[in-house]
């Protein structure tokens, strides 16, 4: 299995453009999680999805980010418009729920984000 | 307060050393234990998952729960440079649910 991808690795964009993070999770998956990091907050976890659909964006910043998730396969991350403190590092992740230990999260390399 | 505080570090031990990485916990809901190891620049890869309280041991490493005390705990055994990396505590109350991270603490192994 290939695991799970993002593209893009690394994005530099400058401030007010409309910024779109992308993921593949791994085949089968059904739960999907996309985390930021910065080195003052940790990772925090921005908005998760079950079987496609949104279950908790209580994460998500502001009205500015939204994400979808069209199918099982793909998802994406968007900013609009996007602002210099969104700078980070944006990891998805996905897990299979049903099986015992499988609560494990398995990550992307992550997409590097700066906005300047 | 966090949920979950973890001392960032960094930790330096020399090659050998056993090394202890913990956390502390706010909320008794939480079931499901994780550590996590992240090198730079690449996304965190699971290393120890545990259930509920006791121990666990994989190798080198052993992952312990101490719901009473709201802590957990990493050891690694015979540190190797190859450890040098950012470890992260995460748990949840639930399978498939929200996981909450620690902010992560740097170790360095020296050779």
């Known amino acids: 299995d290939a695991g799970v991808i993002q593209s893009p690795r690394h994005e530099v964009t400058e401030m007010g453009q409309e910024v779109t993070l992308r993921c593949k999770p791994i085949s089968g998956h059904d739960y999907l999680f996309w985390y930021r990091q910065t080195m003052m907050r940790g990772l925090e976890l921005l908005i998760y999805f079950n079987n496609n659909v949104p279950i908790d964006d209580s994460g998500m910043p502001e009205d500015r980010f939204s994400a979808k998730m069209p199918n099982a396969s793909f998802s994406t991350l968007k900013i609009q418009p996007s602002e210099p403190r969104d700078s980070a590092v944006y990891f998805c992740?996905?897990?299979?729920?049903?099986?015992?230990?499988?609560?494990?999260?398995?990550f992307g390399s992550g997409t590097q984000l700066s906005v300047l | 307060q966090k949920e979950v505080e973890q001392d960032p570090g960094p930790l330096s031990v020399p090659e050998g050393a056993i090394v202890s990485l913990n956390c502390t916990y706010s909320n008794s809901a939480f079931q499901y234990f994780m550590w996590y190891r992240q090198y730079s620049r690449k996304g965190p890869e699971l290393l120890m998952y545990t259930y509920s309280s006791g121990n666990k041991e994989d190798g080198r490493f052993t992952a312990q729960v101490d719901k009473s005390s709201k802590y957990i705990s990493l050891f690694i055994r015979d540190s190797q440079p190859s450890d040098s990396a950012t470890y992260l505590c995460?748990?949840?109350?639930?399978?498939?649910?929200?996981?909450?991270f620690g902010t992560g603490t740097r170790l360095k192994v020296l050779a």
């Open positions: 992740a996905s897990s299979l729920s049903g099986v015992e230990g499988n609560e494990k999260l398995f």
């Open positions: 995460a748990m949840s109350p639930l399978s498939g649910y929200k996981y909450i």
